[in-house]
């Protein structure tokens, strides 16, 4: 028997698995199963996808992707200002 026993990656699994030397990657995470490495990255990938950011208007801190505004409110306000300023 060429091989280790190793402990899914899944914190939700934990399960133990045998695993042949030589399909052993050279990873820190091992899983049992595709799904529980689906499972795991999805959650990763989902958590960094997720930004905290700062309303230039207001500055209350909000979640978006590119919008510099917290909300359409904020926008429209600094827009009229910058207008007005003009
Ligand atoms: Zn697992
Ligand atoms: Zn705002």
């Given at each position: 028997m060429?091989?280790r ?23 820190k ?15 990763k990938?989902?958590?960094?996808k997720?930004k ?12 978006g ?22």
């Open positions: 060429n091989g026993v190793l402990v899914c990656a899944n914190p939700k699994c934990r399960k133990r698995f045998y695993r042949p030397i030589g399909k052993i990657e050279k990873v995470m091992s899983f049992c199963s595709r799904s529980c490495a689906a499972s795991v990255n999805n959650s990938f989902s958590k960094r997720v905290i950011k700062k309303c230039i208007y207001c500055n209350k801190e909000f979640k992707d590119s919008e510099k505004y917290c909300s359409r409110e904020c926008k429209d306000k600094a827009q009229t200002i910058s207008k007005e300023e003009i």
